[in-house]
C-alpha cells in the first residue's frame, strides 16, 4: 500500500480503531480505567463528524503524503 492510497479518513479510521482495541485489552489485563482512553477515542470521532477536525486530523493533515491527498480532493 503506497502513501498516495491512505486517505486522511482511512488513517484517522485506522488510528481510532487501534486505540479502542488497545484501551479495551489494557482494561480487561490492568485496569479499567482504560475505558477512559475509549471515550475520549469516540468525543474525538463526534468532534471530526460535527466540526470536521479532531486533534488527530489536525496532527495528522501535517504529514506530507496525507496533505497532498487532502489537497487534489479539495
Do not use: D, H
Not at 50 to 70: D, F, I, K, Y
Amino acid at each position: 500500500m503506497s502513501c498516495s492510497s491512505l486517505s486522511l479518513e482511512r488513517v484517522l479510521f485506522a488510528l481510532a480503531g487501534s486505540m479502542v482495541l488497545l484501551a479495551t485489552v489494557l482494561a480487561v489485563v490492568v485496569s479499567p480505567w482504560w475505558l477512559l482512553l475509549v471515550a475520549f477515542v469516540g468525543v474525538n470521532q463526534w468532534l471530526y463528524v460535527l466540526v470536521g477536525n479532531c486533534p488527530a486530523s489536525l496532527v495528522l493533515g501535517r504529514v506530507p503524503c496525507l496533505a497532498e491527498t487532502q489537497e487534489v480532493r479539495s
